[in-house]
């Protein structure tokens, strides 16, 4: 029961830090508004200069549990960027690290394959969409991501 507990409020103070984590940039948008999927994925642009850019969505890794935002996120998208294509950095959806610690997979569904994979074909959609504003061109949109970002 003890267990129980702490997987529960374990949860609940992660879920709560990474949502409070995905709402710290006001350029961030979240693919999954005004759809059916009730859902908070994020993806942040980082437009290189220039209109009818070719664009990469990066995928960041952390074993399908978290993600490395810097190394594998920012850093990549501002190189993109700094070398004229425009990145997006995908915070697609993870089981988080309860789900790592506690095994919580096991007991609830949680965030699994393929919901990453679904925020992926989204971001890819919502760019196209919005290629006008992003001045994007929509026959070069790429995707890239490291360790589970590349699945």
């Known amino acids: 029961m003890l267990r129980l507990k702490i997987i529960v409020i374990s949860t609940l103070l992660m879920l709560t ?41 990066v995928c960041l890794g952390g074993s399908y549990f978290w993600h490395d935002t810097d190394n594998e996120g920012v850093k990549v998208a501002e190189w993109l960027q700094s070398n004229g294509i425009s990145a997006f950095v995908l915070n697609y959806r993870t089981a988080y690290v309860p789900a790592f610690m506690f095994r919580t997979r096991l007991l609830v569904r949680g965030n699994q394959y ?25 026959t070069k949109v790429g995707a890239m991501g490291f360790s589970a970002g590349g699945h």
């Not at 948008?29 to 009730?38: C, F, K, L, Q, Y």
Request: glycine share 4%; charged share 20%.
């Open 17 to 57: 830090w990474q949502m409070g984590l995905a709402q710290t940039s006001p350029d961030m948008v979240n693919i999954w508004e005004h759809t059916d999927v009730r859902k908070k994925v994020f993806l942040t642009p980082y437009i290189a200069e220039g209109k009818n850019n070719p664009c990469v969505i």
């Open 114 to 138: 393929p919901d990453p994979q679904n925020d992926l074909q989204q971001a890819i959609r919502y760019i196209k969409e919005h290629s006008a504003l992003y001045g994007i061109d929509t």
